[in-house]
């Protein structure tokens, strides 16, 4: 079946692109300034114990060792102990995976409530001052850097406006019981709906940054696809036929227009767990950007691997799961699957 080829295709390729990901990591990491031993058994250690740890740890093997006795314990699940908290690398990635996937899918859904009518409306005004308006608005929006803007959020949203929290997942004064790992969903259960509404507040400056910048693209793709539906023979048709516009885009033209922004939302999902380390990192959000921060900061190889190698799967994951719709809704893309039989 096509499908079951395309997937181990696509398999394939992601364990061999995260091999590599992780050979670039692992080796980058060694040079970096720092002594994964001493941070293992603090700065007060002896050189008897600094010793005893790198044996511990296996820092006393030659590096390609060190990399493959990695891979051996990675096929296994087993992405070892973070060297500064002492507790399982996956059990930290667990707890702040959540976090992240939160700020992701807030962003994903800003983005679609925005883009969908202003795509709609620029490209129904096609050449109109709305129209350029729009798409430079677009333009500038893709332009801004990631650290500039979420400054720039927290300097006008939090410290002049004061309509949002500048940082954080909860205010103090709500004491969170994680259940599932999910902020939104955890608050809301300690603290009732007012809890809820706190931590959907501090997510909601983050989530905006993010969509800002990734919302341009979304724009632009929606846009083209617009246009290019209503230029079809059947939609000019159905205008001369007296069909009411809103009708015409609704159940003509967005739903043919929709198929390739799904592809782009694909793209980037994976994308966007990336920007968010940074995002996180500036919102003091307790994501995979703040571990990955702490792994770096404290040069703690395992938690730096295995948060590296946790966004890698997403971003193959996310990359399967668009070559999966694109051949779902392109023929042509199922036949190349089936050596060019329809």
Do not use: C
């Amino acid at each position: 079946m096509w499908i079951v080829r395309l997937v181990t295709k696509r398999l394939a390729l992601g364990v061999v692109t995260l091999t590599a990901l992780a050979a670039i990591v692992f080796f980058i990491s060694t040079l970096v300034p720092g002594d994964p031993a001493r941070v293992a058994v603090g700065e007060n250690a002896t050189p008897d114990q600094i010793a005893a740890a790198r044996e511990r740890l296996g820092l006393d093997k030659p590096v390609v060792m060190q990399f493959v006795m990695y891979l051996g314990r990675m096929v296994r699940g087993d992405l070892g102990v973070s060297i500064s908290t002492h507790s399982p690398v996956s059990s930290g990635l667990a707890a702040a995976l959540p976090t992240t996937f939160e700020l992701v899918l807030l962003a994903i859904l800003l983005m679609v409530v925005v883009a969908l009518p202003t795509a709609t409306i620029a490209a129904l005004r096609q050449g109109h001052h709305v129209d350029t308006g729009l798409r430079t608005s677009a333009v500038f929006a893709a332009g801004i850097p990631t650290f500039w803007l979420a400054l720039l959020a927290q300097f006008i949203l939090a410290g002049k406006l004061q309509i949002l929290p500048i940082s954080g997942a909860v205010s103090r004064q709500y004491v969170v019981q994680h259940h599932t790992g999910f902020m939104l969903v955890d608050s809301t259960i300690s603290g009732g709906l007012a809890a809820g509404w706190d931590a959907f507040q501090h997510l909601l400056m983050p989530a905006s940054v993010l969509a800002v910048l990734f919302g341009a693209q979304l724009f632009r793709a929606l846009r083209t696809e617009i246009i290019r539906v209503l230029s079809r023979e059947h939609i000019a048709v159905a205008r001369a036929k007296g069909v009411p516009r809103r009708i015409l885009v609704l159940n003509h033209v967005l739903p043919n227009a929709v198929g390739p922004a799904i592809t782009i939302l694909g793209v980037q999902f994976g994308m966007m767990v990336g920007s968010a380390v940074l995002v996180e990192s500036i919102f003091a959000l307790p994501g995979l950007g703040s571990y990955l921060t702490n792994a770096v900061s404290s040069a703690d190889i395992n938690a730096l691997l295995g948060a590296v190698l946790v966004t890698g799967v997403v971003v193959v994951l996310a990359s399967l799961l668009v070559d999966v719709l694109q051949a779902l809704r392109d023929p042509r893309v199922r036949a190349a699957q089936n050596g060019g039989r329809r």
